[in-house]
């Protein structure tokens, strides 16, 4: 759920720190790894292919 939740923040903008504090992942680091794990991105290579569509 807090993965989920880090892409719809990182989709409206939100830098990827941000979206990390904001989902109670401890930083940004956390957040990759689980980001990837669940996804198979990193939040930057998802918010970049985001931003082309």
């Known amino acids: ?3 989920a939740h880090a892409q ?3 989709r409206a903008g939100l830098s ?8 109670g ?5 956390h ?3 689980a980001f990837k794990k669940v996804v198979g ?4 290579s998802f918010r970049s ?3 082309r569509v």
Not at 25 to 29: A, R, W
């Open 1 to 3: 759920m807090r993965v």
């Open 8 to 10: 719809r923040l990182l």
């Open 16 to 23: 990827i720190a941000d979206a990390a504090i904001a989902c």
């Open 25 to 29: 992942f401890f930083d940004q680091s």
């Open 31 to 33: 957040l990759n790894r």
């Open 41 to 44: 991105l990193t939040p930057g």
């Open 49 to 51: 292919g985001y931003s």
